[in-house]
């Protein structure tokens, strides 16, 4: 009985473990569309997640396209903000893609 | 009713006491700060001045916070009935997209809550029991928290019928512009043209931060000569 608890217990792990794969497999190459394989992605800022698989994935951007600058605004709260390898993002570079009207909008027209 | 907090740059000392009755009124800790003094020097020596600049959410009329958090499904960001964003704990997912993209730096993903002086007493609401507390207050985790205009007092106004002594009353009035020696901060309707902040605002010249962004904040600066804008 033992024996068949443990070899069912093994079957279930590594079946869990080949969709794990599957879903860690997920690259810019695979045939899956990129917009699924960006969604698979945690919504989160960490650079495994979506928030950067969007940027770099889809968007094709290189990490010194946004990262640097930030640093020298002053005007900004969360001064300890993480620098990250390239440096803090200065929101300047966001206006670039997220200003009306393009979308996804995040900021409005400049007054 | 559309609340709004006018800085004057020119009179301000930086003497941090809006910063420090902030924490104590909202219990921020010092990792997750819901108001910071900025300073700078600005002119050419001998003809040098120092700039402070106290900052806390701007409560934009189009908030980039509310517009990524939307952008995610979460939807925790939300206008109230007076213009204040306001985050909902319960909803937000902690995804720090609405960090992400305020141009102020102003949302705070608080990694743990904890107590803002450890070890010693207790201050403000820390000692009222988390249930009781108004739901900007019930803290959590992994979320997102920012500068609510002390939306508990402004609640408070509604509950008691005095929304007309907004900005004018200590209870009905946020924490960081009542404590300013300097009489460097106003807060009340910026919808009422006659009203004493909007008079000001008018009289001053005030003006708003990062306006390219276009998110229109509701807080303005009177600005010191060669301020940062």
Redesign the interface.
């Known amino acids: 009985m033992k024996r068949i608890i443990m070899l069912a217990l093994l079957g279930l792990s590594l079946a869990s473990g080949s969709v794990i794969a599957v879903d860690t497999a997920a690259s810019p190459s695979a045939a899956a569309p990129k917009v699924s394989a960006v969604n698979a992605r945690a ?3 960490d650079e495994k997640g979506r ?1 950067h698989a969007i940027h770099t994935k889809k968007e094709k951007l290189e990490c010194t396209d946004c990262h640097g600058g930030g640093d020298e605004d ?8 993480f620098q990250g390898k390239d440096g803090p ?1 200065s ?2 570079v ?2 670039t893609c ?3 009207p393009k979308k ?8 | 009713m559309k609340l709004g907090r006018l800085i004057d740059l020119k009179r301000c000392m930086g003497c941090r006491s809006c910063v420090s009755a902030c924490a104590v009124e909202n219990y921020f800790t010092p990792e997750a700060p819901w108001n910071v003094m900025v300073e700078y020097e600005v002119g050419i020596y001998p003809k040098v001045k120092k700039v402070f600049n106290t900052m806390g959410c701007m409560h934009c009329e189009q908030p980039s916070c509310k517009a990524a958090c939307d952008s995610v499904g979460a939807k925790a960001i939300s206008k109230n009935a007076f213009g204040a964003v306001i985050i909902d704990y319960n909803k937000c997912i902690g995804c720090g997209y609405c960090a992400a993209v305020c141009p102020y730096g102003v949302p705070q993903l608080n990694k743990q809550v904890a107590q803002l002086a450890p070890g010693k007493e207790k201050l403000g609401a820390e000692n009222i029991d988390y249930a009781d507390r108004h739901p900007t207050h019930r803290k959590k985790a992994k979320v997102a928290e920012k500068c609510t205009f002390c939306a508990h007092k402004i609640d408070q106004a509604v509950a008691d019928g005095k929304v007309d002594r907004i900005g004018k009353d200590q209870a009905y009035t946020p924490s960081c512009d009542l404590v300013c020696p300097t009489q460097a901060r106003m807060f009340g309707d910026i919808d009422d043209s006659n009203s004493d902040i909007s008079k000001r605002i008018r009289a001053t010249g005030a003006k708003q931060l990062k306006t390219q962004f276009g998110t229109s904040p509701q807080v303005y600066y009177v600005l010191e000569e060669g301020a940062k804008s």
């Open positions: 919504k989160s800022l928030y002053i005007l900004f709260l969360r001064t300890g903000e993002v929101r300047d966001c206006l997220h200003q009306a996804p909008t995040f900021y409005g027209v400049a007054k």
